[in-house]
């Protein structure tokens, strides 16, 4: 949606978006109902229409922050996108609840889930593929373990339909998915005593403190300071991560216990202070079975109980690929070209593709940025996003889009340029960006 939006804004092409679902939303059909955001809705979602009223919020866990849309208003959201921004340009066609089954000269088959009807569209430009990065959903995937019948195991989804008490929760897997559950079951009134949690590899998250908008740019602005003065002096990726605790701009849940994950997550103090109440946490990487009394795994085995809820947290929200060219002849891969914020990843190529330039150049632009979920290559994601991020600011066209954009996190920066802090960043970022690039070169081929 991001990627159609800023490309139909910019060009007089035509764009029909095939979607497997009934709706636009995304994962966001399907998440639990208790997740929001985690960014502030200031920069999410399409670049033509805001998410939200860029309001600050004054009480509960987000004070003091911008606003996180939920997961309702986010599928609003979208739907408004297509029905009132895309569709009226005559120049966008929607394909709901239809599969496409690939192409060839003649054509691409659409076909209908519903009824099996066939469409064939015919691409002047080309196909742009949405799906390489895509999410796995928790309500949808399937755990790699064994559960005996019987046993009570559900997707977060499920959490607020359960119909009789349990004795524990048990909560399976490290990432945001698993955070998310655990600081709702306690919000809830959860003990922490009666919550257990099977985490085998601690993430690195983004202090969301440090990842504020337009009134609050100058803590953006930090971040980006501290992250070029981390990358031009780190040795490798996991120094480059510890560098970064060091300066404030990532946190771990437990200080005890040095994270081996990084997925680009943010999470609030007010989270982690939260989540460090529970202390009955299972250091095992994998689950590979769960029986009525017994939980099997690769760190041995731990009891069960016949009134334990297991929640399967172990979907990869960020999912590792194999880094591929974004532009390709008749073919555009949408995939992260920064450290996150996929719609405004998907909004920049959008813009690229419509500045006319040829396929080598717009890779220059757009070098794919993989997640492979291990903190030891945080340098070897770091090397391309910073590569692509100076390239885009150089070029004369991209350059002032990108740093008008509404996904941009920074945009409001020289608005606020008498604020001490961004005044202060932007000019270490300036000042030691070629320093940090030549050092995070060196440090992406240490265990490569």
């Not at 009934?22 to 208790?34: E, I, N, V």
């Not at 041995?300 to 990869?316: L, Q």
């Not at 070029?395 to 740093?403: Q, S």
């Amino acid at each position: 949606m991001a990627f159609a939006d800023t490309l139909v804004a910019h060009t007089d092409d035509e764009v029909v978006l095939v979607d497997r679902r009934h709706r636009p939303g995304g994962h966001w059909l399907d998440a639990y109902p208790f997740v929001r955001l985690h960014q502030p809705s200031a920069y999410y979602g399409v670049e033509s229409r805001p998410l939200g009223q860029d309001r600050i919020d004054e009480h509960g866990p987000n004070a003091g922050f911008y606003e996180r849309a939920s997961a309702a208003e986010i599928c609003d959201y979208y739907a408004r996108v297509l029905d009132e921004s895309l569709l009226p340009t005559g120049r966008v066609r929607f394909l709901g609840m239809s599969d496409h089954r690939g192409g060839n000269g003649d054509g691409h088959r659409v076909v209908s889930l519903l009824d099996g009807s066939e469409t064939v569209v015919r691409p002047r430009r080309g196909i742009v593929d949405a799906t390489y990065v895509q999410s796995e959903i928790p309500s949808r995937h399937v755990p790699g373990f064994t559960v005996e019948p019987g046993v009570a195991l559900v997707p977060p989804n499920d959490l607020v339909d359960l119909g009789a008490p349990a004795d524990r929760f048990t909560v399976i897997g490290a990432g945001k998915t698993a955070i998310d559950t655990c600081v709702w079951l306690l919000e809830a009134g959860v003990d922490p005593d009666r919550i257990r949690w099977i985490r085998g590899r601690d993430p690195w998250q983004f202090d969301r403190a440090f990842t504020q908008p337009l009134d609050l740019v100058g803590s953006t602005m930090q971040l980006q300071a501290r992250w070029v003065e981390a990358a031009a002096a780190a040795e490798d990726g996991r120094d480059f991560a510890r560098r970064l605790e060091d300066a404030g701009m990532l946190v771990r849940i437990d200080p005890s216990v040095e994270p081996l994950a990084f997925r680009g997550a943010t999470v609030s103090r007010y989270e982690i202070d939260a989540l460090r109440t529970i202390e009955h946490v299972v250091r095992a990487r994998r689950v590979r079975s769960i029986g009525g009394t017994t939980v099997a795994t690769d760190a041995g085995d731990v009891p069960g109980g016949p009134r334990e809820v297991y929640v399967d947290c172990t979907a990869a929200g960020v999912p590792a690929a194999a880094p591929r060219d974004v532009f390709e002849p008749g073919r555009i891969t949408i995939q992260y070209v920064g450290v996150g914020f996929l719609p405004w990843c998907a909004a920049t190529i959008g813009f690229v593709e419509s500045a006319g330039l040829d396929d080598e150049e717009k890779n220059r632009l757009c070098p794919p940025v993989v997640f492979s979920g291990d903190a030891a290559d945080l340098a070897r994601l770091a090397y391309p996003a910073m590569q692509g991020q100076v390239a885009r600011a150089r070029h004369e066209t991209v350059g002032p889009w990108n740093l008008a954009s509404r996904l941009n996190p920074a945009r409001a920066a020289l608005d606020h340029i008498d604020d001490a802090d961004v005044a202060e960043s932007l000019a270490f970022v300036i000042e030691h960006t070629r320093e940090a690039l030549g050092n995070l070169e060196r440090a992406a081929a240490v265990g490569a």
